[in-house]
C-alpha cells in the first residue's frame, strides 16, 4: 500500500476476498485489527467495507488511514483477521514515497581555505525536489604536501548544532539550504590538498569537493617567531661574536711579540754583576710593565682591545688610533730599555773592577733611571754618554729599528646597542612575515628548521637549498671557505 505526495497524513484502499467459506463464515461479521507493528510514530487505523457476497465467498474494500508519518517511510505491518471461527495473519507494506525528483547542491571552499579560529570548514547543502536522508561523510582524501600522508585522526562532519562524528548520518528537508562544518579529529597542521565526498540515501554515489586547507595555530606561529628571533641571534654570535673574537686574537699579537721582546730583556738583565745588579730596580719594573698578562689587562681596562664579548659602542676609528698610540708608547719604551742594556749596562761589566764599585753602581742607577724617565733614544744616550764617559769610554748609539704597525689590518666594526635591536627586531619581524605568517599551514618540524635557517640568513626554499653549496653557507655566515689550487 502506497501513501503518495508524502504528505504526514493519508489513505489508500486494499481488497481482501475470502472463497470456500462455511455457513457460519459467510454469515458472520468480519474483524479486523492493526496490529501496530512495528512502533512508532505512524498510526494505523483500517475499516471494512463488505462489497460482495456469492455462495462461498465474499470480497471487502479495506480503507487504511495513516497519520503521524515523517518524511519518506516504508515499513513492513500486519493485520490481524477474524471471520467466525477463522482466524488470519496477513502482511503489508506501508510506503510513503514523495513526489518529485530529489536534487542537492553540494558548496564547499573555493581553491584555498586555512581553517577558521572554530578549526572547521564550512559546507553548505541545498535540497531540492525530496527530502535528504542518510548524508554522511564518504570519504575524505586530502593529502599533505610534506608528510604525504592523510590526515591524521580523519574529518567529521558536524551538524548546525557542532555535534560531531565520523559516522554522523543527517538528514535535511525537500526544499531547505543547510549548513555543515566540516571539521579534523585532531590539530591540523601543515597544508593538506584533495576532496571530500558527501553522499546520502538518495544519492549513494555522492558529490565531491576539491579544495586546499591550510592549518596551524597561534601557539605553533609564537614559537616560528621564536626560532626566526633563535635563527638571527645565532647568526649574529656566528658572524659579529666570531669576528670580534678573530680581531681581538690579531690585535693581542703584537702585545704577544712585545712581551716576548721584554722578556728577553729581562733575562739578560738577570746576567748583569754586582753591583750593577742592585741599581737596576726601575728597568725591572717597566720591564714588568711589558709583560704579556700586564699589558692585556691594562689594554681591557681602556678599552683598547675588542672584549671577549662584543661590547656596544665599541670600536671605530678613535679606538683604533688610541690602540696604535698605546702600542707605540711600549715598543717606544722597550727600545729605550734595550738600548740601555746594550750602551749602558752591559758596557759597566766591563769597568767593574773592585775597586771602583761604588762609582759603577752610582752610574748604573743613573741610568737604570732612564729606563722610565727618557722620552726618547736621544735622552737616554746622551745620559749614557756622560756615565760612561767618566770611564772614558765612549757610548755608540745602535739604532734598534721600532716594529712598525702599517701592517696591522685593524677592520673593527662600529657597532651601537641601538643599532643592535633594531637589527634583531627588524630581522625578526622579517622573518616571521615572510616565514611564519605567510605560510597558512605553519607548524611542521620543517617548517621551523626554515625560521632557524631563515635567521641564519641561508637559502629556506626547497629550490634555494637543494642548489645550495658550501660557499653559499659560507657566504652567508661569513665564513671564508678555503678554495683548492
Not at 247 to 254: K, Q, V
Not at 294 to 308: G, K, Q, T, V, W
Request: hydrophobic share 45%; net charge negative; glycine share 10%.
Amino acid at each position: 500500500m502506497t501513501l503518495e505526495d508524502g504528505a504526514a497524513t493519508a489513505s489508500d484502499a486494499m481488497i481482501l476476498e475470502g472463497h470456500n467459506l462455511s455457513e457460519t463464515q459467510m454469515a458472520a461479521t468480519l474483524g479486523i485489527r492493526e496490529l501496530g507493528v512495528p512502533s512508532g510514530a505512524a498510526a494505523v487505523t483500517v475499516t471494512p467495507t463488505e462489497i460482495t457476497s456469492e455462495e462461498g465467498g465474499r470480497r471487502w474494500v479495506l480503507t487504511v488511514e495513516a497519520s503521524g508519518l515523517e518524511g519518506e517511510i516504508s515499513q513492513q505491518r500486519y493485520l490481524a483477521i477474524r471471520l467466525g471461527d477463522l482466524v488470519a495473519t496477513f502482511p503489508y507494506q506501508l510506503a510513503n514515497t514523495p513526489s518529485g525528483t530529489f536534487t542537492w547542491t553540494i558548496t564547499g571552499p573555493h581553491a584555498e581555505v586555512g581553517l577558521g579560529t572554530d578549526g572547521a570548514i564550512d559546507i553548505a547543502i541545498a535540497v531540492t525536489g525530496r527530502p535528504a536522508t542518510g548524508v554522511v561523510l564518504m570519504q575524505a582524501d586530502l593529502v599533505g604536501d610534506e608528510t604525504h600522508a592523510l590526515v591524521s585522526g580523519g574529518w567529521e562532519l558536524c551538524d548546525a548544532g557542532d555535534v560531531c562524528s565520523p559516522a554522523t548520518e543527517l538528514a535535511f528537508d525537500a526544499n531547505s539550504a543547510n549548513g555543515l562544518k566540516l571539521k579534523p579529529a585532531k590539530p591540523l597542521v601543515g597544508k593538506y590538498t584533495g576532496s571530500i565526498t558527501i553522499g546520502s540515501d538518495q544519492d549513494p554515489a555522492g558529490q565531491t569537493i576539491a579544495f586546499t586547507v591550510y592549518g596551524t595555530s597561534l601557539v605553533l606561529q609564537s614559537l616560528g617567531v621564536l626560532v626566526v628571533l633563535l635563527g638571527v641571534i645565532a647568526a649574529w654570535l656566528t658572524s659579529t661574536w666570531a669576528q670580534n673574537r678573530i680581531n681581538r686574537s690579531e690585535l693581542l699579537r703584537p702585545l704577544i711579540a712585545l712581551s716576548d721582546r721584554a722578556s728577553a730583556l729581562a733575562a739578560r738583565l738577570a746576567k748583569l754583576p754586582a753591583p750593577i745588579s742592585a741599581h737596576v730596580q726601575t728597568t725591572r719594573t717597566q720591564l714588568a710593565v711589558l709583560t704579556g698578562r700586564s699589558m692585556i689587562e691594562e689594554f681591557d681596562r681602556n678599552r683598547l682591545l675588542p672584549a671577549n664579548f662584543p661590547v656596544p659602542g665599541a670600536g671605530g676609528e678613535a679606538w683604533a688610533d688610541e690602540y696604535k698610540t698605546a702600542l707605540a708608547a711600549r715598543v717606544e719604551r722597550c727600545s729605550i730599555i734595550e738600548f740601555i742594556l746594550d750602551a749602558g749596562l752591559e758596557p759597566l761589566v766591563a769597568f767593574n773592577t773592585g775597586e771602583n764599585a761604588p762609582a759603577i753602581g752610582a752610574a748604573a742607577a743613573t741610568i737604570d733611571m732612564q729606563s722610565a724617565m727618557a722620552k726618547s733614544l736621544d735622552d737616554a744616550k746622551a745620559v749614557i754618554d756622560v756615565e760612561i764617559g767618566a770611564f772614558s769610554v765612549a757610548a755608540s748609539v745602535t739604532d734598534t729599528p721600532v716594529p712598525t704597525l702599517a701592517d696591522l689590518a685593524l677592520d673593527v666594526k662600529r657597532t651601537s646597542i641601538v643599532f643592535w635591536i633594531v637589527f634583531g627586531l627588524l630581522a625578526t619581524a622579517l622573518g616571521s612575515y615572510v616565514v611564519v605568517f605567510s605560510n597558512a599551514g605553519f607548524g611542521l618540524w620543517t617548517d621551523f628548521l626554515f625560521c632557524l635557517f631563515w635567521g641564519f640568513g641561508l637559502p629556506v626554499t626547497a629550490t634555494q637549498a637543494g642548489q645550495a653549496t658550501m660557499s653559499t653557507v659560507g657566504t652567508a655566515l661569513s665564513v671564508p671557505v678555503p678554495q683548492s689550487s
